[in-house]
């Protein structure tokens, strides 16, 4: 329902509001993330695809948010754009093929 505007933003660089169900507390939550990636978890047994966003506003050892399809309730992508480089310190194995530079 929502892939093809999140590969979208992926490509434009674009910010998402992402409201989700939280699998910590069940309860509902907004945050305004960086897309990265629509894929399977490497380091999870579950291998189904889900979104893998990054999170500006989390706890600074947990800025990348994965978060299954059947957990988002509304997405949005913005017009506020996002530099990879402000962020992406990793070497990258995308799912999702994209143009930004060195970090592609």
């Known amino acids: ?4 505007n999140f590969i979208d933003a992926i490509q ?6 992402l409201t ?3 699998k910590e507390n ?3 939550t907004t945050k305004i ?13 579950n291998q189904c695809n889900r ?12 800025h990348i948010l994965s978060v299954l399809p059947e957990r988002i309730v ?3 992508v913005l017009t506020e754009k996002f530099s990879p480089e402000d962020f992406v310190a990793w070497p990258t194995n995308w799912f999702v093929k994209r143009d930004w530079g ?3």
Request: net charge positive; glycine share 4%; with cysteine.
């Open 12 to 17: 434009h660089k674009k910010k998402i509001r």
């Open 51 to 62: 979104y893998h966003l990054w999170d500006f506003d989390s706890d600074p050892r947990h």
């Open 102 to 104: 060195k970090y592609s």
């Open 1 to 4: 329902m929502y892939q093809d």
């Open 20 to 22: 989700f169900i939280a």
């Open 74 to 76: 509304k997405m949005e």
């Open 26 to 28: 069940g309860t509902e």
């Open 33 to 45: 993330c960086a897309p990265i990636d629509f894929g399977p978890k490497r380091i999870s047994e």
